[in-house]
């Protein structure tokens, strides 16, 4: 079994991550704060370069989650997300560690607005707007800059960001008499297209440390999403009509749950990431919403 460790498990969305992994691995957690849960952790400054060296020693691959979320503190955010990710490369190629997967953000192009087009992809031109973004930007340039250098197997995961919503289990399956109905459907309908499934989690991140021909590649990951370039002024302004289009009665099973279709100014391609990651969201909005007439139905 792989041994695999993983940076930032403290976080949000590195302890979804986690148990997801160690599912399919021997994973390992690491954080400056200590361990809360019952997984196999290690606790340290990514820093500090000994710290993760250590660490890094014995694995197979290393996925780097830990980062400094929206804030303008240049220097921490600097030290966080730029020098802590040379430290986290470094050890990787000291250590022998092959693979790195290191988890940026889709700020790293901009906002959304930001965009010269749409959807979103893994090529258009990099211009952040906030410092979150710069420094994640920096960090996938160090990605390249050791994979050319040093041979690393690289894959960069330009993250949509994760959010639990109450509903779905750990398995990926929902529970829906608990659900938070709105939550659910608002993440493919609003635009952002976070995951909220742990179990895409898994996936996604799976994928990406086996799959061979994904090292040098970058791929936005995020809930699946069919729309294209000629969709981009309908969602803005009637996003209904193009979400018929696409899911035939959803619009109305939206409205008979109270739920408004909001327009959507901007959405990412997911292109790139279904046909050479292997990666789709275990659900769409037809699927969410089949489920949810499955429910109804069975009360």
């Given at each position: 079994?792989?041994?695999?460790l993983?940076?930032?498990?403290?976080g949000?969305?590195?302890?979804?991550l986690?148990?997801?992994?160690?599912k399919?691995y021997?994973?390992t957690?690491?954080d400056?704060?200590?361990?809360?849960?019952?997984?196999?952790a290690?606790q340290?400054?990514?820093t500090?370069?000994a710290?993760?060296?250590?660490?890094?020693?014995?694995?197979?691959a290393?996925?780097?989650?830990a980062?400094?979320l929206?804030?303008?503190?240049?220097?921490?955010?600097?030290?966080?997300?730029?020098k802590a990710?040379?430290?986290?490369?470094?050890?990787?190629v000291d250590?022998?560690?092959?693979?790195?997967?290191?988890?940026s953000?889709v700020?790293?192009?901009?906002?959304?607005?930001?965009?010269?087009y749409l959807?979103i992809?893994?090529?258009?031109?990099?211009?952040?707007v906030c410092?979150y973004?710069q420094t994640k930007w920096?960090?996938?340039?160090?990605?390249d800059?050791?994979?050319?250098m040093?041979?690393?197997?690289?894959?960069i995961?330009?993250?949509?960001?994760?959010?639990h919503?109450?509903?779905?289990n750990t398995?990926?399956?929902?529970d829906?008499?608990?659900a938070?109905?709105?939550?659910l459907?608002?993440?493919?309908?609003n635009?952002g297209?976070?995951?909220m499934?742990?179990a895409?989690?898994?996936t996604?991140?799976?994928?990406?440390?086996?799959k061979p021909?994904?090292?040098?590649h970058r791929?936005?990951?995020?809930v699946s999403?069919?729309?294209?370039?000629?969709d981009?002024a309908?969602l803005?302004s009637?996003?209904?009509?193009?979400?018929?289009?696409?899911?035939?009665?959803?619009?109305?099973?939206?409205?008979?749950l109270?739920?408004?279709?909001p327009?959507?100014p901007?959405?990412?391609?997911?292109?790139?990431t279904?046909?050479?990651?292997g990666?789709?969201?275990?659900h769409?909005?037809?699927?969410?919403?089949?489920l949810c007439?499955?429910w109804?139905?069975?009360?």
């Amino acid at each position: 079994m792989k041994r695999i460790l993983v940076t930032g498990t403290e976080g949000e969305v590195g302890s979804a991550l986690l148990p997801q992994l160690a599912k399919r691995y021997d994973a390992t957690g690491f954080d400056i704060r200590p361990h809360t849960g019952s997984m196999k952790a290690l606790q340290g400054d990514l820093t500090k370069a000994a710290d993760i060296a250590a660490a890094a020693e014995g694995m197979d691959a290393i996925v780097h989650m830990a980062a400094l979320l929206c804030r303008n503190e240049a220097d921490r955010s600097i030290d966080l997300n730029v020098k802590a990710t040379a430290n986290v490369l470094q050890a990787a190629v000291d250590k022998g560690v092959r693979r790195v997967v290191y988890c940026s953000t889709v700020w790293a192009s901009g906002h959304g607005a930001t965009e010269p087009y749409l959807p979103i992809d893994e090529a258009v031109p990099c211009q952040p707007v906030c410092m979150y973004g710069q420094t994640k930007w920096l960090g996938e340039l160090m990605v390249d800059w050791y994979a050319r250098m040093h041979g690393l197997q690289a894959v960069i995961i330009r993250f949509c960001g994760y959010h639990h919503v109450k509903g779905y289990n750990t398995d990926g399956t929902i529970d829906w008499a608990n659900a938070d109905i709105p939550g659910l459907f608002g993440r493919y309908l609003n635009a952002g297209h976070k995951l909220m499934n742990p179990a895409d989690l898994g996936t996604a991140f799976g994928q990406a440390l086996e799959k061979p021909d994904a090292a040098g590649h970058r791929f936005i990951v995020g809930v699946s999403t069919p729309y294209v370039a000629s969709d981009a002024a309908g969602l803005k302004s009637v996003p209904g009509a193009i979400v018929e289009r696409y899911y035939p009665g959803v619009p109305a099973l939206l409205e008979s749950l109270g739920i408004a279709l909001p327009s959507m100014p901007y959405f990412f391609s997911h292109e790139k990431t279904r046909t050479q990651l292997g990666f789709r969201s275990q659900h769409d909005l037809g699927d969410l919403a089949r489920l949810c007439r499955q429910w109804q139905a069975s009360r």
